[in-house]
């Protein structure tokens, strides 16, 4: 994982493989106290993207272009 801030911007980068599930990753990080209380403290610094449903912070992106060796 890497995480990318530049002003009040994050990005973040999750290598994983294919056995990885999002719905999986959510559940247990609602179960994850930790994980809940960094979104809690996060939460009070993030603003929303106009295209995000109300409550949806992180937003999947479409990788444009990638540099190959």
Known sequence: MEIYLL???MFMII???ESFSLEAKA???QLNAK???WEGLMG??????????PGEK?????R?????D
């Open 35 to 37: 994980v809940q209380e």
């Open 15 to 17: 290598e994983v493989n």
């Open 58 to 62: 992180g937003l999947l992106m479409e």
């Open 7 to 9: 002003g009040t911007r």
């Open 44 to 53: 009070t610094f993030q603003k929303l993207l106009p295209q995000a449903k």
């Open 27 to 29: 559940k247990a990080d």
């Open 64 to 68: 444009v272009f990638k540099l190959e």
